[in-house]
């Protein structure tokens, strides 16, 4: 028995965005997994402070914004998922889960990793 999958074809240029979208959200993200310094990271990207952000859902839309920054979403929505281990792409019925990886959850659950003291 033979099964036949239909295929989703693009339908508006939000359609046609999509994968685009989601290669420069992944880059933005891409970018804070590789800092050795996340808190820093989105500081100087945001030009912003960490003490706004005292709770996960806080500290995972400061991701969000980091992560769009700079991408035309082309009328795509971005909200974090609702575990906090994603960002959710989404248009109209299509949704798109991208992860934040393990050093970014590891910030938007628990906030900044505390300071270690300087060595003697």
């Given amino acids: 028995m033979v099964t036949i999958v239909s295929t989703i074809y693009p339908h508006t240029p939000s359609d046609l ?5 989601l290669l420069n959200i992944e880059d933005n993200l891409h970018i804070l997994r590789g800092s050795p310094d996340v808190v820093f990271a989105l500081a100087l990207e945001l030009n912003d402070m ?3 952000y005292q709770s996960p859902i ?3 839309k400061r991701v969000q914004e980091a992560a ?10 971005v909200r974090p998922t609702d575990d906090l281990y994603g ?6 019925e299509y949704r798109v ?9 590891d910030y938007v659950e628990h906030g900044p ?8």
């Fill in 58 to 60: 806080d500290r995972a």
């Fill in 17 to 21: 965005a999509l994968a685009p979208v």
């Fill in 68 to 77: 769009i920054r700079n991408v035309n979403l082309h009328g795509l929505t």
């Fill in 97 to 105: 889960s991208l992860m934040l990886g393990k050093q970014l959850v």
């Fill in 87 to 92: 960002l959710e792409v989404a248009h109209e």
């Fill in 50 to 52: 960490e003490d706004r």
């Fill in 113 to 120: 990793a505390p300071k270690s003291p300087p060595a003697s």
